[in-house]
């Protein structure tokens, strides 16, 4: 991307699993980073909770071991909690470069976020929604293995109906540029929902 540590102003999380999580806590200690986390998910984020996953659904061999063995190369066992982290809440604009704003989307986990950058027309998504599916292979958007509560995270997307937001970026699979209406009712099929997104 052309760009360096030094241009790095905070790290975001978009929920506190310790696979988002990645090197924030180094980014924090070495480089005095600030990392922000909706406040629900700020305990989780500290590892001062279990994770509230529950379930797995359906999985596949094959896909399920290469998500564990990419995992475990990419340091999964070295993943360190954030010792401190800064809380924002539903509906912050955050004081960061694109100055995205907070929606707030429990039920992958209590304090499921995604960052909207309206200039750019984005939505960073987290695992509000997916679209691959890293236990069975699925592909599309769907509801992201190891959520909380699957349907409160499907009410909880009723709140993105109608952004302008082109294109949304999940932590799991590829982007989609299709826009947030499309992904929802994709994922809404997907969990054997029918009919338009409601807004």
């Known amino acids: 991307m052309g760009r360096s540590l030094a241009d790095v102003r905070a790290v975001l999380l978009t929920h506190g699993h310790s696979d988002h999580i990645g090197f924030a806590e180094r980014a924090r200690r070495e480089a005095s980073l600030p990392v922000m986390v909706h406040e629900s998910d700020a305990a989780l984020a500290r590892g001062e909770v279990p994770n509230p996953a529950k379930g797995l659904g359906p999985m596949r061999l094959l896909p399920m071991f290469r998500f564990l063995a990419w995992s475990l190369r990419h340091g999964a066992l070295r993943t360190k909690n954030v010792a401190e982290v800064s ?3 539903d509906g912050a604009t955050l004081d960061v470069p694109g100055s995205p704003r907070v929606i707030h989307v429990p039920g992958h986990t209590p304090g499921c976020a995604v960052l ?3 200039g750019q027309q984005a939505l ?3 695992d509000a929604l997916c679209t691959l599916n890293v236990l069975n292979g699925a592909r599309g958007p769907q509801i992201a293995p190891f959520t909380a509560d699957r349907a409160q995270a499907l009410d909880s997307l009723a709140r993105l109906v109608g952004l302008d937001a082109r294109f949304v970026l999940p932590g799991h699979g590829e982007p989609w540029s299709d826009g947030i209406d499309d992904a929802i009712r994709h ?6 929902h029918s009919g338009a997104p409601r807004g």
């Open 124 to 126: 960073l998504a987290g």
């Open 187 to 192: 994922v809404r099929d997907a969990a054997g």
């Open 116 to 118: 909207h950058f309206v």
């Open 87 to 89: 809380t924002f809440g």
